[in-house]
């Protein structure tokens, strides 16, 4: 069955970097856009970043514009989210997505599978 397994997640000081990672298996990750969301609890889950699933466009919220890349290794099934100049409002649960033959945007609804998260805290 279809899987996305993040890590990468932990404890970094404010201007410091972090690079996620979702490793996804059951699928052909070539078929598939991408993307990372985040969530704070109490608060709606939000897109931070997408790739399309030719990898050929990508998608960023506003809030981390020039500071996250995205980018997928298809040979390794692989996504990350480099996250560089982190805030400590970049602190939440951060989740990868997968949607078959997508645009890689940043619509929750648009996405079929969901890994588990991983916990960026963002704090001196």
């Known amino acids: 069955q279809v899987q996305l397994v993040e890590s990468g997640g932990g404890l970094v000081q404010p201007g410091g970097s972090l690079r996620l990672s979702c490793r996804g298996s059951g699928f052909t990750m070539a078929y598939y856009a991408l993307a990372w969301f985040r969530q704070v609890p109490g608060k709606e889950r939000e897109g931070v970043s997408g790739?399309?699933?030719?990898?050929?466009?990508?998608s960023y919220a506003d809030s981390v514009k020039g500071r996250f890349t995205i980018s997928k290794d298809d040979a390794k099934n692989t996504v990350y989210l480099q996250m560089n100049s982190l805030k400590p409002e970049g602190t939440a649960l951060y989740y990868c997505a997968a949607e078959v033959l997508g645009r890689g945007e940043l619509d929750a609804g648009d996405y079929d599978y969901w890994g588990q998260g991983t916990q960026v805290t963002v704090s001196s």
């Open positions: 790739i399309n699933s030719s990898g050929g466009k990508t």
